[in-house]
C-alpha cells in the first residue's frame, strides 16, 4: 500500500503548531513554494506511516489553498472594486511590517507583502488537551518538527471531532480558533482577512508577533516561543504608539493613548484572574483528597472565576471584550493555553532591560537561553521570572 501524506511548518495564533524542518538548502539551489511542498512531502511521506495520511493531507490542502489564491497587497490597493476600509487596513499592516524591519529588527522576507481572502472568521482551529486534574498540556511529536502542545486544523469540524475523541478519554480539551499564522520564513506568509478585523494597533501588534516567531523559533518549547513573541509584541506596539506620535504630532493622541492604556490594563487584569485560578487549581491537584470531592471543588473554582470576570466587567465600565472566552466550557485545557503566552513574558522583559533596551542585544541574549539544553533553559526563564518582584509587576 502506498501512502501520499506531506506537513510543513505551520503557526496558529491564538496557539501555536510549528513544523520546521532544520535542513539547509543547496548553494544555489532555491525552491518556489510548489517544490518545497512536494519535498516536503516526499520526505515526510518516508517517515511517518499511513495512519496519519488524513491529518496531514488536510495540512496540505488547507495551506495550497492560500499559496495558490493569494495576491499582492498593492494589487489590491490598486484595485477599485476593493473597498476603502480593507485597503486601510492593509497599509497599515505594510506600514508596521516595515517598523518591525526598521525599528525592531525583525527579518525582511516579503512575508506579509500578499493577501488572502479565506471567506471565514477564523483560518485554523487548534486542538489543547491536558489532564482532568493538570495543567500539563498533551504533546504531539512529529518528524524534524518535535513535539508541540497543539494539533492544528484547517476544517473546525475536523478539530473538533478530534476533541471529541480526546474527550471521551477522560481529558479536559479546547478547541480555540487562530486567526494567523507563521512559515518561520520558509514560506512567504500572506495577510488575512482574519488578521484585519481589529484596530490599526491591533493590527501592527499581530505583525509584530507573527514576525517575532521568524526571528526565533526553539524546538519543543513552545512556552518560550509564544511568550517570547508575545513580549515583542508588546515592546513593539509601545514603540509604534510612540512613533506615531511623534510623525504626527499637531494630532491629538490622547484618546488612542487611552484606548491602548486601557486595553493593557484589562489584559493584565484578565491574565491575573486566570493566573489566580490556575493557582489555587494547582494546589488543589496537590492534594489528597477523593476525586469526587476534587472535581466538585474544581468546578467551584471555575464557577467562582466566572463570577470574578463579571466583577471585573463592572469595574471596566461595561467592556465585554472576553466574554466570547468565557462563553465556553471553563476546564484546565482553556487555562493551560493562556499560560503558553504569557508565563514567561516577565522573563523577557528582565532580559531585554539587561539588553539596554537594544533589540539586537535582546536577541543574541534570548538565542543563547535557546541553545541551552531543554531543563537548563526552563532553569533559567524560572529564575528571571522569579527575578521580578512583585510577581508579575512586569506583565
Known amino acids: 500500500m502506498v501512502c501520499r501524506v506531506g506537513k510543513w511548518l505551520t503557526r496558529y495564533n491564538n496557539d501555536l ?25 516526499v520526505m515526510l511521506a518516508l517517515l511517518t506511516g ?3 495520511v488524513g491529518y496531514y493531507s488536510q495540512i496540505i490542502s488547507g495551506h495550497m489553498r492560500i499559496v495558490i489564491g493569494k495576491r499582492p497587497v498593492d494589487e489590491i490597493v490598486a484595485d477599485a472594486n476593493v473597498n476603502d476600509k480593507i485597503k486601510h487596513r492593509l497599509q497599515v499592516a505594510q506600514e508596521a511590517r516595515q517598523f518591525a524591519i526598521d525599528n525592531l529588527e525583525l527579518p525582511d522576507n516579503n512575508s506579509y507583502t500578499s493577501f488572502y481572502d479565506t471567506g471565514r472568521g477564523y483560518v485554523t482551529w487548534n486542538v489543547v488537551a491536558v489532564d482532568e486534574f493538570s495543567f500539563n498540556p498533551k504533546k504531539w511529536c512529529f518528524p524534524i518538527a518535535g513535539c508541540v502542545s497543539y494539533r492544528g486544523y484547517y476544517a473546525e469540524q475536523d478539530a473538533q471531532r478530534y476533541a471529541d475523541a480526546l474527550q471521551e478519554e477522560g481529558l479536559d480539551v479546547s478547541v480555540n480558533g487562530a486567526t494567523a499564522y507563521s512559515t518561520l520564513g520558509w514560506f512567504k506568509d500572506p495577510l488575512l482577512n482574519t488578521m484585519l478585523s481589529r484596530s490599526d494597533p491591533a493590527i501592527a501588534a499581530l505583525l509584530f508577533h507573527e514576525l517575532a516567531h521568524q526571528q526565533l523559533y526553539v524546538t519543543n518549547d513552545s512556552k518560550f516561543n509564544e ?32 484606548e491602548l492604556d486601557a486595553r493593557k490594563a484589562r489584559q493584565k487584569d484578565f491574565i491575573d484572574l486566570l493566573r489566580g485560578t490556575r493557582d489555587d487549581l494547582a494546589e488543589l491537584y496537590e492534594t489528597d483528597v477523593e476525586v469526587e470531592v476534587m472535581r466538585k471543588m474544581k468546578k467551584q473554582r471555575f464557577e467562582k472565576m466566572q463570577e470574578e470576570y463579571e466583577q471585573l466587567k463592572v469595574a471596566w465600565n461595561g467592556y465585554g471584550g472576553y466574554d466570547n472566552w468565557f462563553s465556553r466550557e471553563l476546564n484546565n485545557a482553556r487555562l493551560a493555553s493562556i499560560a503558553t ?55
Open 17 to 41: 503548531y510549528i513544523m520546521k524542518f532544520y535542513f539547509s538548502k543547496p548553494a544555489g539551489l532555491y525552491l518556489n513554494a510548489s517544490s518545497k511542498i512536494l519535498s516536503v512531502t
Open 50 to 52: 499511513c495512519s496519519t
Open 227 to 258: 511568550s517570547f513573541a508575545s513580549f515583542v509584541e508588546r515592546e513593539g506596539l509601545k514603540r509604534w504608539q510612540e512613533n506615531e506620535t511623534r510623525k504626527n504630532p499637531q494630532q491629538d493622541h490622547s484618546r488612542m493613548t487611552a
Open 341 to 395: 503566552y504569557t508565563d514567561y513574558v516577565p522573563a523577557f522583559q528582565v532580559l531585554f532591560e539587561q539588553s539596554g533596551g537594544s533589540f539586537e542585544k535582546f536577541y543574541s541574549a534570548t538565542q543563547e537561553i535557546a541553545d541551552l539544553q531543554p531543563e537548563e533553559r526552563t532553569t533559567v526563564m524560572d529564575k528571571l521570572v522569579a527575578s521580578v518582584q512583585p510577581s508579575g509587576a512586569s506583565q
